[in-house]
């Protein structure tokens, strides 16, 4: 199984030095790969809970949050072999053409690393902020995936629907990754699921319990076996937002990787059998964990418990 970190760019630690400290010293210790998350605001009285916690709240780190695209940016340049991963893009509040040309970009400039994983947002308030119709992001999201994908394919590009338009055009370059880089869709509704078997190169998911996330894994599998894909070419990526306590918590409700240094192992051990290919670790809320020095720490306990799968 292979293994990643989160960037620090958000809260407190969300500064230039710790992102290339951590983008650095993670090469160095053989990571796979780093990855970042889409915030656009935290509002003062929202529309909607957060599906994170079980207050419903959004965590007090996401009032401080550099945007994902532009780290990612940032850190291609001052690594050379590790990949660059984004979890997720709300895919519904961005012109794909436009999406798709700084996408292509990005995978050019880092020689072919890029790892995109694209949700349809949870939060009416951002949708709302975006000047999205929440009702209709499904739909929208949808259009969006298939014009990014017709943008990354031959020229000269294609592509037509209700929300989206454009007429026959060379946009280029293209990705160095043929025939895209990785589009990974994430989501825990049944037509979330269905759609990453659908459309997807796979699945990516956190913020439930490690078997709630698994049968989630599964259920991708199946739709893409339904629709005559080949679901082993799907890849699965768990994003962990690490909560480590001292107590036990009840293994009933406890969200992937949160709960005593063994519970975390155990849901380690238990995406590791299930074949899992990839977790990365997430330790923006931990409150141990706001420093250079913890990060490293955290990156070095969390190397030790994963059997990866790429020699280093």
Not at 198 to 224: E, H, Q
Request: some cysteine; overall charge negative.
């Amino acid at each position: 199984m292979k293994i990643g970190f989160a960037l620090p760019h958000q809260g407190p630690v969300a500064t230039k030095e710790n992102m290339r400290l951590i983008a650095t010293e993670a090469e160095k210790m053989g990571y796979d790969s780093l990855w970042t998350n889409e915030r656009l605001l935290v509002p003062v009285n929202a529309k909607t809970p957060y599906p994170g916690n079980a207050e419903g709240v959004l965590n007090e780190e996401y009032k401080i949050h550099l945007d994902h695209l532009t780290c990612l940016t940032y850190v291609s340049a001052i690594t050379e072999r590790i990949r660059l991963g984004v979890s997720l893009i709300n895919i519904p509040w961005y012109n794909p053409v436009l999406l798709a040309k700084r996408l292509a970009a990005m995978d050019v400039l880092s020689d072919g690393r890029l790892t995109v994983g694209v949700g349809l947002s949870w939060s009416e308030d951002e949708c709302d902020a975006a000047n999205v119709p929440y009702r209709d992001r499904g739909r929208i999201g949808e259009e969006a995936i298939e014009c990014m994908l017709a943008v990354w394919g031959p020229d000269p590009a294609e592509y037509h629907g209700k929300y989206f338009n454009l007429e026959p055009a060379f946009v280029g370059p293209k990705p160095v990754q043929q025939p895209h880089p990785p589009v990974l869709i994430g989501g825990f509704m049944p037509k979330a699921l269905d759609r990453a078997g659908r459309m997807a190169d796979g699945f990516t998911g956190c913020c439930a319990p490690v078997d709630a996330l698994i049968s989630m894994m599964n259920a991708v599998m199946k739709a893409a076996e339904e629709r005559g894909r080949d679901s082993s070419n799907l890849q699965t990526v768990m994003r962990c937002l690490v909560e480590r306590t001292e107590e036990p918590l009840d293994d009933a409700t406890r969200p992937v990787t949160c709960g005593t240094w063994e519970q975390i192992g155990e849901d380690i051990r238990k995406m590791q059998d299930a074949g899992v290919d990839e977790v990365f670790f997430d330790v923006a809320f931990q409150k141990d964990a706001q420093s250079s020095d913890a990060l490293l720490d955290y990156m070095g306990r969390f190397k030790g418990m994963v059997k990866t799968s790429t020699a280093v």
